[in-house]
């Protein structure tokens, strides 16, 4: 796996690209960290992950609390049919904040 991440004008941007597994995570944890905690806006796009595990899944839900105690947004956007699975039958459709791609995301920053 392979994390892009730019600066955007008002936002961070963030891009896993594969699979977040247990071997990737780690990886993953570490693009994330350092911004959540300073409450910098993040949008992780999932348009090229092509799968999640819960080791994964565990990284998003830390991610998001971390940013939610640092008053940052934290957004996700752009999954394919097999990761929104993931988030549906996990649950966490339905207390993160997701877009179906990222230019609804950027619309709902900039509200």
Do not use: H, W
Not at 25 to 32: G, R
Not at 83 to 91: E, L
């Amino acid at each position: 796996m392979e994390v892009n991440k730019q600066d955007r004008e008002n936002y961070l941007y963030i891009q896993p690209i594969g699979k977040i597994d247990t071997l990737s995570a780690p990886s993953f944890e570490a693009a994330l960290g350092e911004y959540v905690k300073k409450g910098i806006t993040c949008v992780v796009d999932f348009s090229d992950t092509s799968y999640i595990t819960s080791a994964g899944l565990r990284v998003v839900m830390v991610a998001a609390k971390k940013s939610a105690s640092a008053q940052g947004q934290f957004i996700l956007c752009g999954m394919n049919t097999v990761v929104q699975n993931v988030f549906d039958i996990s649950g966490f459709n339905k207390i993160l904040t997701i877009y179906p791609d990222l230019t609804t995301a950027e619309l709902a920053i900039n509200k």
